[in-house]
């Protein structure tokens, strides 16, 4: 019988690591990144930490700035345009002191299905399609629900109020607190 070997590896993220706790997010990235895409001439339209402690994904979705592409156009994000962010970023990662010596950068196009992060995206997509999910019941009726997105309003005192025409015509109301993601639908046709 051949002797048996066990190794402590974890699949971490697309990777086998041993052990390794998850990677955190940098706050001098997250409080420069924003900055740093947009002196570039993009938009910041999503990031997300993923990996190790000891080799961190860092990844970065841009856009053009100043959102969406007209309807029909079928431009958006280059991959030249993904290039220019990651050789702009680059040397400012690789100086600071508070970025591992083994990290990955990976810089994309938000996509068809673009994530609904900030205040901004709601306004700008206002007539698009949208699935949004939430912990609890959303105005309620599910978790998840996709709709026609009309709007983001601010209501004062209760925070922002995301309303949404339902494929059944109902329109509801969703405090955008209770909304744990949110992203466009893009329907094939």
């Given at each position: 019988?051949?002797?048996?070997?066990?190794?402590?590896?974890?699949?971490?993220?697309?990777?086998?690591?041993?052990?390794?706790?998850?990677?955190?997010?940098?706050?001098?990235?997250?409080r420069e990144l924003e900055r740093r895409v947009e002196e570039l001439g993009y938009e910041l339209a999503h990031v997300?930490?993923?990996?190790?402690?000891?080799?961190?994904?860092?990844?970065?979705?841009?856009?053009?700035?100043?959102?969406?592409?007209?309807?029909?156009?079928?431009?958006?994000?280059?991959?030249?345009?993904?290039?220019?962010?990651?050789?702009?970023?680059?040397?400012?990662?690789?100086?600071l002191d508070a970025m591992p010596d083994q990290y990955v950068l990976e810089v994309s196009s938000p996509g068809l299905?673009?994530?609904?992060?900030?205040?901004?995206?709601?306004?700008?997509?206002?007539?698009?399609?949208?699935?949004?999910?939430?912990?609890?019941?959303?105005?309620?009726?599910?978790?998840?629900?996709?709709?026609?997105?009309?709007?983001?309003?601010?209501?004062?005192?209760?925070?922002?109020?995301?309303?949404?025409?339902?494929?059944?015509?109902?329109?509801?109301?969703?405090?955008?607190?209770?909304?744990?993601?949110?992203?466009?639908?893009?329907?094939?046709?």
């Amino acid at each position: 019988m051949a002797p048996a070997f066990l190794f402590g590896l974890v699949w971490v993220e697309n990777e086998w690591s041993a052990g390794g706790a998850m990677a955190k997010p940098v706050p001098e990235v997250e409080r420069e990144l924003e900055r740093r895409v947009e002196e570039l001439g993009y938009e910041l339209a999503h990031v997300e930490w993923a990996g190790s402690r000891h080799r961190p994904i860092l990844r970065v979705r841009v856009d053009l700035r100043g959102g969406a592409v007209p309807k029909g156009r079928g431009e958006g994000v280059s991959v030249h345009d993904c290039v220019t962010v990651s050789r702009g970023l680059e040397p400012w990662l690789d100086g600071l002191d508070a970025m591992p010596d083994q990290y990955v950068l990976e810089v994309s196009s938000p996509g068809l299905d673009r994530p609904l992060m900030r205040s901004r995206d709601w306004g700008r997509f206002v007539g698009e399609q949208v699935a949004v999910k939430g912990l609890s019941l959303l105005a309620g009726r599910a978790r998840y629900l996709e709709g026609e997105l009309l709007g983001c309003f601010d209501v004062a005192g209760d925070g922002e109020i995301v309303r949404l025409r339902l494929d059944g015509g109902d329109e509801v109301e969703i405090a955008r607190e209770a909304i744990t993601g949110a992203h466009l639908l893009h329907r094939w046709t």
